[in-house]
């Protein structure tokens, strides 16, 4: 969600750009700019970006894996640790099947 103060004309961040850089990198929110009083473009820092990145991808293989579930495609979890830690060479002190 954005606050209001996030919500500028695209004119201000013309004349001022560093302002608007310094801010997004200090809070890591998202400004929408506005061209007429209509939101036009949406500006973040790169750090912030990639973290949304990095989520939205995490979300993906999430829905991914749940669809898979769903769908009797899985396997039980002690399966997977068993065959994980077989094919990594680890071992665990116990073993719970």
């Known amino acids: 969600m954005f606050k209001m103060?996030?919500?500028?004309?695209?004119?201000?961040?013309?004349?001022?750009?560093?302002?608007?850089?310094?801010?997004?990198?200090?809070?890591?929110?998202?400004?929408?700019?506005?061209?007429?009083?209509?939101?036009e473009i949406v500006i973040q820092d790169a750090k912030a970006y990639e973290k949304?990145?990095?989520?939205?991808?995490?979300?993906?293989k999430i829905a991914r894996?749940?669809?898979?579930?769903?769908?009797g495609k899985g396997i039980p979890a002690n399966e997977f640790f068993k065959e994980f830690e077989k094919r990594h060479g680890l071992k665990r002190d116990s073993v719970q099947d």
Do not use: Q, Y
């Open 65 to 71: 894996a749940a669809k898979s579930h769903d769908e």
């Open 52 to 60: 949304m990145v990095e989520l939205l991808d995490s979300l993906e």
């Open 5 to 39: 103060d996030a919500i500028h004309p695209v004119s201000d961040f013309s004349r001022k750009p560093a302002e608007h850089i310094k801010r997004l990198k200090k809070t890591g929110l998202p400004e929408i700019l506005t061209v007429n009083g209509k939101a």
